[in-house]
């Protein structure tokens, strides 16, 4: 019953460097999300995706690259870390039945610096 | 575009003192409506919701009716407790796009013994 998991909970990278943030669901969810969290900004939608194959831009997506392969996984790569990438994300993955919208559930969300 | 707005924290109360947190919001058509809750150092999760117009979300002691005419969602509880001390998001999700979640800005709540 793990719902959804991201990986790591805690990164400090210097500027310029790589890396991915990893979020995987267990719930067969088709819908998967990442956003990002920053004070008095509420959570902002970076990338998302509907299902496998096919992904999104959200709000904020600069700065990031999106895949969903299968669809249990949905990879966050930071191509090159800057400051302002310093923030709390969050992966979430719902289920929508048509005509209808169900709740989001959320990972416990991955704290990064940028130095 | 669509867009959610809530009351600025933080706010802070007594035990067993009455809560509200207004929320607004600007969408199209007939959206969902939500409230999710983050403890600290948690993700978030779902505290209640409404899909239409009259209806009402519970969960915990709190309650949320969704209102078409004056387009709002104020969160209420009777009676906090010290364990109800959060960040509250008003959230609504578009009829069209369920994977699109726009969220408020985040109310922090603050309950004192």
């Known amino acids: 019953n793990a719902g959804v998991t991201q990986t790591p909970k805690f990164q400090v990278l210097k500027t310029g460097q790589s890396m991915t943030l990893q979020c995987a669901q267990d719930m067969n969810h088709e819908y998967m999300s990442w956003y990002r969290q920053d004070p008095g900004m509420g959570l902002r939608l970076i990338h998302y995706s509907v299902g496998a194959g096919i992904t999104d831009q959200g709000e904020v997506p600069n700065g990031y690259n999106v895949s969903r392969s299968t669809t249990e996984d949905f990879p966050l790569r930071l191509l090159s870390a800057a400051p302002s990438q310093t923030s709390v994300y969050f992966c979430?993955?719902?289920?929508?039945?048509?005509?209808?919208?169900?709740?989001?559930?959320f990972g416990q969300g991955t704290r990064l610096t940028v130095v | 575009g669509d867009s959610v707005t809530q009351m600025e924290g933080p706010v802070t109360l007594s035990e067993e003192a009455f809560l509200t947190i207004n929320c607004t919001y600007t969408?199209?058509?007939?959206?969902?409506l939500f409230w999710y809750v983050q403890y600290p150092g948690e993700g978030l999760q779902l505290l209640l919701k409404?899909?239409?117009?009259?209806d009402k979300g519970s969960n915990k002691g709190f309650e949320a009716t969704y209102r078409k005419e004056t387009t709002s969602f104020h969160l209420e509880k009777g009676s906090v407790q010290v364990s109800d001390s959060a960040v509250y998001f008003c959230?609504?999700?578009?009829?069209?796009?369920?994977?699109?979640?726009?969220f408020g800005s985040g109310t922090r709540l603050s309950i004192r013994p």
């Open positions: 409404a899909t239409k117009a009259d």
């Open positions: 979430a993955s719902s289920y929508s039945r048509s005509g209808a919208n169900t709740e989001a559930f």
């Open positions: 959230a609504l999700s578009p009829y069209s796009s369920a994977s699109k979640i726009i």
């Open positions: 969408a199209t058509g007939y959206p969902s």
